[in-house]
T-cell receptor, first 110, second 113 residues
Framework: SQQGEEDPQALSIQEGENATMNCSYKTSINNLQWYRQNSGRGLVHLILIRSNEREKHSGRLRVTLDTSKKSSSLLITASRAADTASYFC??????????FGTGTRLQVFP | EPEVTQTPSHQVTQMGQEVILRCVPISNHLYFYWYRQILGQKVEFLVSFYNNEISEKSEIFDDQFSVERPDGSNFTLKIRSTKLEDSAMYFCADLGQGNTEAFFGQGTRLTVV
């Protein structure tokens, strides 16, 4: 299976703390994307990082990519209760489709 | 902002019945996808569609499934004879040309009883 793995599977933090989620993948990629999913809802695109990029920022989000280790991390700084959701990484594996990781369930307590 | 629209948002069907899930992709996008997510589980690739034909399908996408773009705009997923294990959220997604993000619809929650 090409599916990536994410860790941790679940993460609970207090508001104001930073949340870090990690994603590992199997083979070479063109890009890696992070998505957010509120319970029972659709997938919302957060950020895309290309294989020749090492870091990207978007607001309170910071994504890193280490192609030598085949891993990526998503950092959410100064978390809020509204950040409570599941977070998925997805990779293209040099194809036209996305393969999703197993996801991290983030709970932010007020 | 452009968006992918899926209908219905929720469908309940009896086992053995046929269902058609509908998606209106973003108009100038080229690649279309269906994904499935069983409750609380991973998002699984079903099928990709490009240039009016299937370009790739997963092992989940068996003979009970089919996709069509009947009128050049809507994109449908048909499940011919539903099983209990087909109960899931079904997401339509599309992709423009180049190295870009995929846009997902809000999903159709299919419940087979």
């Amino acid at each position: 299976s090409q599916q990536g793995e994410e860790d941790p599977q679940a993460l609970s933090i207090q508001e104001g703390e930073n949340a870090t989620m990690n994603c590992s993948y199997k083979t070479s990629i063109n890009n890696l994307q992070w998505y957010r999913q509120n319970s029972g809802r659709g997938l919302v695109h957060l950020i895309l990082i290309r294989s020749n990029e090492r870091e990207k920022h978007s607001g309170r989000l910071r994504v890193t990519l280490d192609t030598s280790k085949k891993s990526s991390s998503l950092l959410i700084t100064a978390s809020r209760a509204a950040d409570t959701a599941s977070y998925f990484c997805a990779t293209d594996y040099n194809t036209d489709k996305l393969i999703f990781g197993t996801g991290t369930r983030l709970q932010v307590f007020p | 902002e452009p968006e992918v629209t899926q209908t219905p948002s929720h469908q309940v069907t009896q086992m053995g019945q046929e269902v058609i899930l509908r998606c209106v992709p973003i108009s100038n996008h080229l690649y279309f996808y269906w994904y499935r997510q069983i409750l609380g589980q991973k998002v699984e690739f079903l099928v990709s569609f490009y240039n009016n034909e299937i370009s790739e399908k997963s092992e989940i996408f068996d003979d009970q499934f089919s996709v069509e773009r009947p009128d050049g705009s809507n994109f449908t997923l048909k499940i011919r004879s539903t099983k209990l294990e087909d109960s899931a959220m079904y997401f339509c997604a599309d992709l423009g040309q180049g190295n870009t993000e995929a846009f997902f619809g809000q999903g159709t929650r299919l419940t087979v009883v």
